[in-house]
C-alpha cells in the first residue's frame, strides 16, 4: 500500500458507475496521480475533503499497466476505508484456476482476484489501524 499526504488541490474529470468513479487526475500538493479509481462509498469523503490537509491511501496491484485505487482517506473530518467483498475475490480465484486448463479462460479471471487480494489486504492494515468502514 501507498501513502500520499498533503493537500488536495485538484480532482480531474472522472466517469462515474455505481461502483466506483474512475478519476482522470488527482493532485495533492504537487504529486500527480493519474487513472484513480476510486470507490463510490469514498467519493463523497474525498470531495468534501477538498483543499483540505488529506492522506490518501491507494494499491497499484497491477503495476505500470494497472490504475492506482483508493482504499482509505484521512481527513480531519475523519478515517474511511472501504473493503471488497471476500467472497466474489474466492470465486474470482478458484474459478480462474479451475479455467486454466480449458483453453486458458482462467487467466482472464486470475489478474482481478489479484487486485482484489491487494485491495483488501490494505483494507485489512487500515481497519487494524482504526479506520471506519464505509459500505
Same mark, same amino acid.
Given at each position: +500500500? !501507498?501513502? #500520499? /499526504?498533503?493537500?488536495? $488541490? ?12 474512475? @478519476? ?5 500538493? !504537487?504529486?500527480? #496521480?493519474?487513472?484513480?479509481? &476510486?470507490? *463510490?462509498? =469514498? ?6 475533503? +477538498?483543499?483540505?490537509?488529506? $492522506?490518501?491511501? @491507494?494499491? !497499484?496491484?497491477?503495476? %505500470?499497466?494497472?490504475?492506482? %485505487?483508493? &482504499? ?7 478515517? @474511511? @476505508?472501504? !473493503?471488497?467483498?471476500? =467472497?466474489?475475490?474466492? %470465486?474470482?480465484? %478458484?474459478?480462474?484456476? *479451475? #479455467? ?6 482462467? #487467466?482472464?479471471?486470475?489478474?482481478? *482476484?489479484?487486485?482484489?487480494? *491487494? ?8 481497519? /487494524? ?7
Amino acid at each position: +500500500m !501507498k501513502v #500520499l /499526504s498533503g493537500h488536495l $488541490t485538484l480532482l480531474g474529470d472522472h466517469l462515474v458507475t455505481p461502483q466506483v468513479r474512475e @478519476y482522470s487526475v488527482i493532485r495533492v500538493d !504537487k504529486t500527480i #496521480l493519474s487513472k484513480v479509481v &476510486v470507490p *463510490a462509498g =469514498l467519493n463523497s469523503f474525498l470531495t468534501e475533503a +477538498m483543499g483540505d490537509q488529506v $492522506t490518501l491511501h @491507494y494499491v !497499484k496491484p497491477l503495476g %505500470i499497466l494497472g490504475r492506482h %485505487i483508493l &482504499v482509505g482517506l484521512e481527513s480531519s473530518g475523519g478515517r @474511511y @476505508y472501504v !473493503k471488497e467483498n471476500a =467472497l466474489r475475490i474466492f %470465486i474470482l480465484l %478458484i474459478g480462474g484456476i *479451475a #479455467l486454466i486448463p480449458l483453453l486458458g479462460f482462467g #487467466l482472464l479471471f486470475l489478474p482481478q *482476484a489479484f487486485v482484489g487480494l *491487494a485491495f483488501n489486504g490494505a483494507a485489512s492494515e487500515l481497519q /487494524s489501524r482504526g479506520f471506519q468502514l464505509v459500505r
